[in-house]
């Protein structure tokens, strides 16, 4: 089955940085023919898409993270990783991946926590 193992959150000071990983297993097709997204979740909210790759590399944002995050891809390794620069509070959330649109499998996510 799919399985999504998302890494590399943790606690850092407002205007830190992160770099989180997403590999990929399981999938149905081959993990380059799938767009894929990054996902994150506030307490309390829905499930946002904050950043997406297509199939080609083309990346589109959230408009209010727009300047700060980059996603990109490794159709080699089956992973997906979003680099997050001058983190702000309304940053913190669990951080998902999955594929563009989502599949029904998620995975356990990633803790962001941007606190002084």
């Known amino acids: 089955q799919v399985q999504l193992v998302e890494s590399g959150g943790g606690l850092v000071q407002p205007g830190g940085s992160l770099r989180l990983s997403c590999v990929a297993s399981?999938?149905?097709?081959?993990?380059?023919?799938?767009?894929w997204g990054w996902y994150r979740q506030h307490p309390g909210s829905q499930r946002e898409l904050v950043a997406a790759?297509?199939?080609?590399?083309?990346?589109q944002y959230l408009d209010s993270v727009e300047d700060r995050f980059t996603i990109s891809r490794d159709n080699d390794k089956n992973t997906v990783t979003l680099q997050i620069v001058d983190l702000n509070p309304e940053d913190t959330a669990i951080y998902y991946c999955?594929?563009?649109?989502?599949?029904?499998?998620w995975g356990q996510g990633t803790q962001v926590t941007v606190s002084s």
């Open positions: 790759i297509s199939v080609g590399n083309v990346a």
């Open positions: 999955n594929t563009r649109p989502y599949g029904p499998a």
């Open positions: 399981g999938l149905s097709h081959n993990f380059r023919n799938y767009a």
